[in-house]
């Protein structure tokens, strides 16, 4: 899917229904390396946008996440870093129904018996 950017730039992405579970593995592994606080959040933004990216107008070389040994090796992060935040947010918001695939909400099941309802909430025994 390409994506026209402000500036002229464009960016080619993954299409969603190209994201598998190997995906989310290296987003959450690439996660794990970031502290915690907003450094994760950003974490989080990064490799969703380096797992989707397949080519782009920018000069600097397209970032990616591989698969090293038992982690994740983050290759041409620093090219994230070139974009204007402007930039960066239009890739990250097209790239939502792809975050979504790769970190879904789930709902939370309350009704009687589930592990989510509060103890007063509970049946008695």
Do not use: C, H
Request: hydrophobic share 40%; glycine share 8%.
């Amino acid at each position: 899917m390409k994506v026209s950017l402000t500036g002229g730039e464009w960016v080619e992405l993954r299409e969603p229904t190209a994201v598998r579970n190997r995906d989310r593995r290296l987003a959450v592994m690439f996660m794990e390396q970031a502290p915690e606080g907003v450094a994760r959040g950003y974490a989080n933004g990064y490799a969703v946008v380096a797992l989707l990216v397949e080519e782009w107008s920018f000069t600097s070389p397209v970032p990616s996440l591989v698969p090293e040994g038992l982690g994740v090796k983050a290759v041409n992060m620093d090219s994230l870093d070139d974009l204007t935040p402007t930039q960066f947010d239009e890739i990250a918001r097209a790239a939502q129904p792809a975050r979504d695939a790769i970190f879904p909400k789930f709902d939370q099941d309350t009704g009687p018996g589930s592990p989510f309802v509060e103890s007063s909430e509970s049946e008695p025994s």
